[in-house]
């Protein structure tokens, strides 16, 4: 095993921490000595020529197209060309965890450390995986869930994949669920809980009851042996709409009890409204710096094997959007938007309109609901509504029809609704 990684690890047997990294977690390390660390030096002693880093210079600047430049004349060559530090910018990184503690107080007095910067969030989960799955490890997640999860955790590093049911009977999050499949766990000692609020496809978010309820259950799971990764996927944080908690809980998992390592995964993508700029952060809780700094070394080092580092230009456009004094409210404004949209589609299900042909999972948060057809199956509608009415929507098991009215304007979604109903109607004929 490489020295560095296994001071690294040495570091980290100060924990618990340690027996959670996967073989490749504990093999894993960033290269002190490599081209990147070279580079780095060289940039800050080699004032004359500086012949180590893979981008072209001219004049002093980054080389660089006219035609791309003049679309992009308010920001710096240097901001946009060079590569990104692999870890990310450190400015980006330094704002982001501001924000995060602004929009968490429960993280207030936290120990955890600067957030890594990504490709965007499905990177993040993908880091998670490599650092703490391995082969048969359980990985712990609801029925009603991100495919994306199964290629990432089941696939990639053949994880045993848990599921539990999301709701309860009376359509509450269903903790007893989650803490059965934990404590199940006894027996390999690890377990790693996927925690996807606001869920993706049904737009629920848990209440500040049924978050304690969570975070009881996984506080059990540590106080008999468990060593629990617990990941928030944080992808649509902040749109909370009702009746929810508002906060991530990685606030309240932060500093909870030794055998418990959370881990935020979040990023710009959604809450920014920038889907194609693909920027993420992995941001990890633990009350031993050297234990965070060991963790970062691990991430970046896993970055640095797979994509070398992120985009620079969008690290670049997100910096610029946060340090913007317009940031916040142009943001509310998109919020209240989609928060009409959603109540819209409540008052629409609500209307007693639809009731004989469907019933709906609880939302409150998001981008998405889901439909519980009572009487026809889901794909079979699914395409019968691309075929007959143009209207696209994405089934879920036999049952569940996945609704994103994020992408629907207020004033067409009574007209989607009635579409549907009237292709539940043409499928019961």
Same mark, same amino acid.
């Given at each position: 095993?490489?020295?560095?990684?296994? %001071?690294?690890?040495?570091?980290?047997?100060?924990?618990?921490?340690?027996?959670?990294?996967? %073989?490749?977690?504990?093999?894993?390390?960033?290269?002190?000595?490599?081209?990147?660390?070279?580079?780095?030096?060289?940039?800050?002693?080699?004032?004359?020529?500086?012949?180590?880093?893979?981008?072209?210079?001219?004049?002093?600047?980054? =080389? &660089?197209?006219?035609?791309?430049q003049d679309t992009l004349s308010a920001y710096k060559p240097?901001?946009?060309?060079?590569?990104?530090?692999?870890?990310?910018?450190?400015?980006?990184?330094?704002?982001?965890?501001?924000?995060?503690?602004?929009?968490?107080?429960?993280?207030?007095?936290?120990? $955890?450390?600067?957030?890594?910067?990504?490709?965007?969030?499905?990177?993040?989960?993908?880091?998670?995986?490599?650092?703490?799955?391995?082969?048969?490890?359980?990985?712990?997640?609801?029925?009603?869930?991100?495919?994306?999860?199964?290629?990432?955790?089941?696939?990639? +590093?053949?994880?045993?994949?848990?599921?539990?049911?999301?709701?309860?009977?009376?359509?509450? $999050?269903?903790?007893?669920?989650?803490?059965?499949?934990?404590?199940?766990? +006894?027996?390999?000692?690890?377990?790693?809980?996927?925690?996807?609020?606001?869920?993706?496809?049904?737009?629920?978010?848990?209440?500040?009851?049924?978050?304690?309820?969570?975070?009881?259950?996984?506080?059990?799971?540590?106080?008999?042996?468990?060593?629990?990764?617990?990941?928030?996927?944080?992808?649509?944080?902040?749109?909370?709409?009702?009746?929810? =908690?508002?906060?991530?809980?990685?606030?309240?998992?932060?500093?909870? &009890?030794?055998?418990?390592?959370?881990?935020?995964?979040?990023?710009?993508?959604?809450?920014?409204?920038?889907?194609?700029?693909?920027?993420?952060?992995?941001?990890?809780?633990?009350?031993?710096?050297?234990?965070?700094?060991?963790?970062?070394?691990?991430?970046?080092?896993?970055? +640095?094997?797979?994509?070398?580092?992120?985009?620079?230009?969008?690290?670049?456009?997100?910096? %610029?959007?946060?340090?913007?004094?317009?940031?916040?409210?142009?943001?509310?404004?998109? $919020?209240?938007?989609?928060?009409?949209?959603?109540?819209?589609?409540?008052?629409?299900?609500?209307?007693?309109?639809?009731?004989?042909?469907?019933?709906?999972?609880?939302?409150?948060?998001?981008?998405?609901?889901?439909?519980?057809?009572?009487?026809?199956?889901?794909?079979?509608?699914?395409?019968?509504?691309?075929?007959?009415?143009?209207?696209?929507?994405?089934?879920?098991?036999?049952?569940?029809?996945?609704?994103?009215?994020?992408?629907?304007?207020?004033?067409?979604?009574?007209?989607?609704?009635?579409?549907?109903?009237?292709?539940? =109607?043409?499928?019961?004929?």
């Amino acid at each position: 095993m490489n020295p560095l990684a296994e %001071q690294l690890n040495q570091t980290l047997q100060q924990s618990y921490v340690y027996h959670m990294l996967s %073989q490749l977690g504990k093999e894993i390390y960033f290269p002190k000595e490599g081209i990147l660390s070279q580079s780095a030096e060289a940039s800050a002693g080699a004032k004359k020529y500086n012949a180590t880093i893979g981008i072209a210079t001219e004049n002093g600047i980054p =080389m &660089h197209l006219a035609a791309i430049q003049d679309t992009l004349s308010a920001y710096k060559p240097q901001d946009l060309y060079p590569y990104a530090p692999p870890a990310g910018k450190p400015e980006l990184r330094k704002l982001w965890r501001e924000k995060m503690i602004e929009e968490n107080p429960a993280i207030g007095g936290k120990s $955890f450390g600067s957030p890594v910067v990504t490709n965007a969030l499905t990177h993040g989960l993908s880091v998670v995986a490599d650092l703490f799955v391995d082969e048969g490890d359980a990985v712990i997640y609801p029925d009603k869930n991100w495919e994306n999860y199964e290629l990432t955790f089941g696939i990639r +590093r053949h994880a045993h994949i848990i599921n539990y049911p999301l709701f309860t009977e009376d359509m509450k $999050f269903n903790s007893a669920g989650l803490r059965e499949a934990l404590l199940a766990q +006894r027996d390999k000692g690890k377990a790693i809980v996927i925690l996807n609020f606001p869920n993706n496809p049904t737009g629920y978010t848990p209440g500040a009851k049924e978050g304690q309820e969570i975070v009881s259950a996984i506080h059990e799971a540590a106080e008999a042996g468990i060593n629990v990764v617990a990941v928030t996927d944080d992808a649509y944080f902040g749109l909370f709409f009702e009746e929810s =908690m508002t906060e991530s809980l990685f606030g309240k998992l932060a500093g909870l &009890h030794p055998r418990i390592l959370p881990i935020k995964v979040d990023g710009a993508t959604k809450e920014e409204y920038v889907w194609g700029f693909r920027v993420g952060f992995i941001t990890f809780a633990n009350d031993n710096a050297d234990v965070l700094a060991a963790l970062e070394q691990k991430t970046t080092g896993i970055i +640095r094997a797979t994509i070398s580092s992120g985009s620079h230009p969008s690290q670049t456009f997100i910096l %610029q959007a946060l340090k913007s004094p317009d940031f916040h409210a142009q943001k509310e404004e998109k $919020f209240q938007i989609m928060k009409i949209r959603a109540n819209k589609v409540k008052t629409l299900l609500d209307s007693g309109n639809y009731g004989d042909v469907w019933d709906y999972y609880p939302f409150n948060s998001g981008y998405f609901m889901c439909l519980k057809l009572k009487t026809v199956n889901a794909e079979a509608l699914r395409q019968h509504l691309i075929r007959e009415y143009g209207v696209g929507t994405i089934a879920l098991g036999d049952t569940d029809l996945r609704i994103a009215f994020s992408c629907i304007g207020e004033e067409n979604l009574e007209d989607l609704f009635n579409l549907i109903y009237k292709g539940v =109607m043409d499928l019961q004929a």
